[in-house]
């Protein structure tokens, strides 16, 4: 698993690239559960949270766009 992530984009085979993309939707996962903790802390700032919110969407943007590559593949 290591290798594919060290390898360099244009070297990798598609199975590797598969498996570089399923990481990075694991992590971004991880992201939002980090996220959400600290999106219940109600931090009592409306534009905080406000962009606490906006992070979220785009994590979860990115994970879609993520899965749609990987299943594209």
């Given at each position: 698993?290591?290798?594919?992530?060290?390898?360099?984009?244009?070297?990798?085979?598609?199975?590797?690239?598969?498996?570089?993309?399923?990481?990075?939707?694991?992590?971004l996962?991880?992201?939002?559960?980090?996220?959400?903790?600290?999106?219940?802390?109600?931090?009592?700032?409306?534009?905080?949270?406000a962009?606490?919110?906006?992070?979220?969407?785009?994590v979860?943007?990115?994970?879609?766009?993520?899965?749609?590559?990987?299943?594209?593949?």
């Amino acid at each position: 698993m290591r290798n594919a992530v060290m390898r360099m984009p244009e070297d990798r085979t598609p199975e590797e690239t598969r498996r570089v993309l399923r990481i990075a939707v694991r992590q971004l996962e991880r992201a939002d559960l980090y996220l959400a903790a600290v999106a219940s802390l109600d931090i009592g700032d409306d534009e905080g949270q406000a962009a606490i919110d906006q992070i979220r969407d785009d994590v979860e943007s990115l994970r879609k766009h993520l899965v749609d590559g990987r299943i594209a593949l």
